[in-house]
């Protein structure tokens, strides 16, 4: 017998949030904090110090790819963006 569990039983903004979506507000939230828009994301260097640390926390608290981090965050072939933030 299947037993159904109340949607009321959760609560946050991780109610039915995707792993693109958490990956998403990770972003958005890191952009705050850095004091960042999208565009100037795209202005800093490949190999910027909080595009590296961004990058690390997308891919210990998602589920998103080295393919879609690096692409997401205008870093260069996911590879180099992969060994680097390892590196660091």
């Known amino acids: 017998m299947s037993r159904k569990i109340s949607r009321t039983a959760y609560k946050g903004e991780e109610l039915g949030e995707s792993d693109e979506q958490k990956a998403e507000r990770l972003v958005g939230e890191m952009l705050r904090a850095a004091e960042w828009t999208q565009k100037e994301l795209r202005k800093h260097s490949k190999g910027d ?21 690096p ?18």
């Open 49 to 69: 110090k909080k595009k590296m640390r961004l990058a690390g926390r997308l891919r210990e608290e998602t589920t998103m790819s080295w393919k879609w981090i």
């Open 71 to 88: 692409k997401r965050q205008d870093m260069g072939h996911w590879c180099t963006a992969s060994n680097t933030v390892q590196a660091a």
